[in-house]
Structure formats: C-alpha cells, structure tokens
C-alpha cells in the first residue's frame, strides 16, 4: 500500500517526508484508531483515510520535533476515527447486527484477506481506467523510474510528464475518496 501512497505524491521530499511518517507512526495511529472504533478492520480504515488526508497536506506537516509529529499525528488519528465512528451511527438498524459481528471479530480471516484483495484490484482498476495519457506516465512512476526517465520513454518534455502525473494522482486520490465514502 505505501507504493500506492508514494505515487500520490509528487517530489522526492514529499514521498522521503511521507514514508518516514507511515514507518515510524503507523503503530501509533493503529492503537489511537483503535482505541476509538474498538475495532482492528475499522481502525484500518481510519488509518488509510488519514494517510490520505496527510497526503493532501504533506507540505505543511513539520517533521523536525518528533514529539510534536506524534501529537499532531495523533490528534488527525483521532479525529478521523471519531469521524468514522460517527458516520455508523447514522447506519439502519437492521444493520446493526451486521457491524457488531464485524466488530467482533479480532483477526483477518480468508474472507477478510479476499475482501483487503478486492480493495487492491479496484484500486488497480481506478488506475486502469485512467486516460492512457495519464495511466502511461503513472504505472512508470510506480515502477520506479524518474520523471527524466518517463519522459525519455514516452518521448515527452519532462514538464509535460510533471503535470500528467500531478493530474493522474488528483483523479486517482478523487476517485478513491470517492469509493471510499460511499
């Protein structure tokens, strides 16, 4: 999932100051999620709505003071889940019994893992359903290779690559979003 998240991102500063935080931080926002939702799949999925939101906002986050990032990781954590949680109170109630046996269950099972597996393919979907102008450049940049590299490939100028790749990953991040809320 990181390589999806990094492809997101634009500059090298952006994917170095994102990855330090999903490494160092993933833990600490698992338990503040969970502690929230009481819930490991539910908390998994306030996890990656966070990463997207830090995402949007990557050139703002300030990594110098380690405590500081933990709080304010924290607190983005939190209200996320919170968040959530308040979206499944609005669920119907005859739903309710479906969502407390999902709460009650504690570690993945074969559904669970063919379920996380569908989550990737429609993923792999969304980017396969991009424009070829914007799928090219993007499956590259996931693969790898520099924008100076996508362009010698694609026989494009590197500037034209930097804002097919921008626009690939703002479709990408909207569509996502967008499955992810409904």
Known sequence: MLMIYLSLLETEEQKNKFEM??????????????AVTKDHFLAEDVIHETFL???RIIDDVRVDNSKELA?????????????????????QPEEDEVLATR???????????AVD?????????????????YRAPLSLKIKGYKIEEIAKILELNSQTVKVRLHRARKILLASLEESYES
């Open 103 to 113: 709460m009650a269950q504690t570690t993945p099972d074969p559904e669970t893992i």
């Open 53 to 55: 939101q830090l995402i």
């Open 21 to 34: 935080i999903y490494h160092k931080y993933a833990g600490l926002m698992y338990h503040e999620a969970c």
């Open 117 to 133: 597996s569908e989550s990737f393919e429609r993923i792999v979907n969304e980017v396969m359903q991009l424009s070829e102008i």
């Open 71 to 91: 709080q304010f990781i924290k607190i983005i954590t939190h209200s996320r889940a919170v968040d959530y949680v308040r979206k499944l109170d609005h669920v």
